[in-house]
């Protein structure tokens, strides 16, 4: 992180406890004064906020940056610890990931990680746009084998919040895509799942027809679940 001289250390002590919470780490919510104390430190905020919307997914949220305008251009918040534990999700933070998708059409998905491994996602498009997609595959679940999809692009300011054991993929509407990935826990090889894009037992409906895809991702057998 760029900074000197006491900013930077006081940058550095910030982030200490976001680092250590994304999934399963969450620091409780009744300490919310302290942290703020800490975040802050008396310094403007700018009135920046999130809004949250549950969907019909369980535990899957659309949370939407909400923009301070002016001459400059405008600033908004793209994540909050404080936030996303009054709304009783996770916020652990183990790894940031990026993918950039050259072509149109190109679809990623759909993926998830295996207990004990399994992790919690917050999705966002950097630039272009993409149509996003999220499948329960918890059994126990009242959406399970349901799918839910929302746009999201440079522009919307969009993010997907995703809990263990929904699948999460996305097909590039523009050239040029970038997909940034928040995620509660380490990549693990061995424990990378996934179900196919046009599996009928999920019926899901991609914008573009012909997508291009890696091997791996055309290979996903039958889910069986």
């Known amino acids: 992180m760029a900074g000197s001289g006491s900013r930077g250390s006081e940058d550095s002590l910030m982030m200490r406890p976001m680092a250590a919470a994304f999934c399963g780490r969450v620091r ?5 004064g302290n942290l703020i104390g ?3 430190d008396g310094r403007d905020t700018g009135g920046a906020r999130m809004e949250f919307s549950e969907t019909k997914i369980p535990g899957v949220w659309l949370v939407e940056s909400v923009p301070q305008t002016d001459d400059r251009g ?3 918040r793209a994540w909050c610890h404080l936030e996303f534990a009054e709304h009783g999700l996770d916020s652990g933070l183990a790894q940031c990931s990026v993918s950039f998708n050259a072509r149109k059409g190109t679809l990623r998905g759909m993926h998830f990680q295996a207990a004990p491994h399994a992790e919690c996602k917050l999705v966002r498009c950097l630039a272009g746009a993409v149509h996003d997609v999220v499948v329960d595959l918890r059994p126990d679940s009242p959406a399970f084998k349901q799918w839910w999809a ?4 440079a522009k919307n300011h969009r993010a997907v919040y995703i809990p263990e ?3 999460h993929g996305f097909q590039a509407l523009e050239g040029g895509a970038l997909m940034h990935y928040q995620i509660s826990e380490y990549y693990e090889p061995s424990a990378a799942r996934g179900v196919r894009w046009d599996d009928p037992a ?5 914008p573009l027809a012909d997508p291009v895809l890696s091997d791996k991702d055309r290979a996903w057998p039958d889910f069986t679940g």
Do not use: K
């Not at 409780?28 to 919310?32: G, K, L």
């Not at 999920?202 to 991609?206: H, L, T």
């Open 28 to 32: 409780p919510v009744a300490r919310r």
């Open 38 to 40: 800490a975040i802050t």
């Open 74 to 76: 405008w600033f908004a």
């Open 150 to 153: 929302v746009e999201l692009s």
């Open 165 to 167: 054991g929904v699948a």
């Open 202 to 206: 999920f019926g899901i409906d991609w």
